[in-house]
């Protein structure tokens, strides 16, 4: 299988290859001269952007029959590429990983062009578990650098606030958005931009096409279909900019098919995106929980929760309760809820009471902002701190 690596661009797919897993590889024993290294943006490398020269180089580097790993850093500079790794992989002493850098490669339809002979290894920015032991500071100050300026990794490079939001700002526009805009020949540019702002500023929020128009033409008096504005979010989903969270509705066992939840793969560049003027913190304590699930590998959608209810003139009432977060992998499965606080008992309540309504075993967790000490109530809930939770890669099965 070819191992195609994927994920936003910056986020160290190539350091991963040519750096991390290189070493690994010698480590192991390889020797240097069975890897076999193309960086195709690199000049001296230009004539191999054609397909029969890339071939014919790779393979003429095969002068043995023992195990060859293959790195081709930034394939989409190469025409025909799938054809390419398709015949590299036919020969059958090759392991073969190919990583790009631009909207073209990273689309999830890529995938497809490999005919089934692929492993996917998706990369996402570095999580806070990654972040916070190489920050200077206290886990809390990780913490608010970590919800401010994200998890990009040259961020933690960069001297000080004013210089990593410049990065960041500098990356959406230069890199980003432009990659979107003419692999896709975008010709409104502005709209665009404003529909990410617009998902920046309601992240977590439910909301679809048809709401989304209305907010285009009630805000910027500008009217664009839903379908138009469908295509743009798809956009932005191929390029790993955003994710989305379909609900379910948990004792009818079935998705609802809209709302859903649009979610930013870096809180940094959302917050960038908006200027660093909307850091409710609760929001994207919300999002960085939902990216960490990503990265532990579980799917995720938001839950909803139908129940009848007495109100208090004592007539039953249909009540439609939400849970933040149904996390799947295999045959685990958890609901989640992220909160600020938990300031009184009936706050408390309020983010049990969906969680008790579910009719099943699987565990429940409340992710708390407040350090606080881990514990299981009456009823099977777990209440953990958010630090807890995000510092601890098994925190879900915690006991």
Known sequence: MAKVITGIRRCGKSYLLSVLYKNYLHAQGVPNSHVIEVDLDSIENKELRDPMMLYSHVKKRVTDDKPYYVFLDEIQLVGDFADVVNGLMRISNLDVYVTGSNSRFLSTDILTEFRGRDDEVRMYPLSFSEYAPAHNGSTDAAWNDYYTFGGMPLIL???????????????????YLRDICDRNDIRHVDELEILINVLASSVGSLTNPSKLQRTFKSTQNKHITDKTIKTYIDYLEEAFLVENALRFDVKGRKYIDTPLKYYFVDVGLRNARLGFRQQEESYIMENVIFNELKVRGYSVDVGVVDTTETNTEGKRQKKRLEVDFIARKGNDQCYIQSTLSLSSPQKLEQERRSLIKIPDSFRKTIVVRD??????????IVTMGLFDFLLNQDSLSVD
């Open 371 to 380: 350090s606080i000490k881990m514990k299981r109530d009456d009823d099977g």
């Open 157 to 175: 490079s960069r001297e000080n606030d004013e210089m990593k939001a410049q990065y960041l700002a500098t990356l959406f526009d230069t890199v």
